[in-house]
T-cell receptor
Framework: ELKVEQNPLFLSMQEGKNYTIYCNYS?????LYWYRQDPGKSLESLFV?????AVKQEGRLMASLDTKARLSTLHITAAVHDLSATYFC???????????FGEGTQLTVNP | DSGVTQTPKHLITATGQRVTLRCSPR?????VYWYQQSLDQGLQFLIQ???????AKGNILERFSAQQFPDLHSELNLSSLELGDSALYFC?????????????FGDGTRLSIL
């Protein structure tokens, strides 16, 4: 059974600081997604990572995928309050199949 | 706007009752997925349909059932409701096996069992 683990689960950081969220998974896959969720809202797609070594950047967020290590990272640069949300990684074992989600990382950015 | 429409947004009902949640996928998407989000279980996959046929089942209770209609909209039926069924239910859609797009999620239906 595929397991997806994120850490940390809770992250409180100051504006302007950098930090990294880690996502480990237990089964071979080269398809990994990052989503953002604001409280009580839907999941918004942030990044689609489809191959080993994939790196995607959008604004202050950068995501990478190492399929050999079964590890993805979401790096936050110079955090701002608007980034406060819960971030999920999700693994798709085969194209078009279900997503298996990590527990989510609740990020709070303090002024 | 993801293009995935879910109704209703909120449902409040009592134990033992039955409800139906509805989902319209993005235009052109053939796959519909249902997920349940609760505080204790996180985001759990329930079931997937592809072009009207059941494709995969996850942690879906026997009291729950779903179907996808010829126009590709889907319904999730929850019966004999229990307090523990209170959760946020999401529908997502995608374009099928040839599509490298992510699954797009609707706004969810928040189900509260009293």
């Amino acid at each position: 059974e595929l397991k997806v683990e994120q850490n940390p689960l809770f992250l409180s950081m100051q504006e302007g600081k950098n930090y990294t969220i880690y996502c480990n998974y237990s089964t071979t896959s080269d398809r990994l997604y990052w989503y953002r969720q604001d409280p009580g809202k839907s999941l918004e797609s942030l990044f689609v990572l489809l191959s080993n070594g994939a790196v995607k950047q959008e604004g202050r967020l950068m995501a990478s995928l190492d399929t050999k290590a079964r590890l993805s990272t979401l790096h936050i640069t110079a955090a701002v309050h608007d980034l406060s949300a819960t971030y999920f990684c999700a693994v798709e074992v085969a194209r078009g199949s279900r997503l298996t989600f990590g527990e989510g990382t609740q990020l709070t950015v303090n002024p | 706007d993801s293009g995935v429409t879910q109704t209703p947004k909120h449902l409040i009902t009592a134990t033992g009752q039955r409800v139906t949640l509805r989902c319209s996928p993005r235009s052109g998407d053939l796959s519909v997925y249902w997920y349940q989000q609760s505080l204790d279980q996180g985001l759990q996959f329930l079931i997937q349909y592809y072009n009207g046929e059941e494709r995969a089942k996850g942690n879906i209770l026997e009291r729950f059932s779903a179907q996808q209609f010829p126009d590709l909209h889907s319904e999730l039926n929850l019966s004999s409701l229990e307090l523990g069924d209170s959760a946020l239910y999401f529908c997502a859609s995608s374009g099928g096996t040839g599509d490298n797009q992510p699954q797009h999620f609707g706004d969810g239906t928040r189900l509260s069992i009293l």
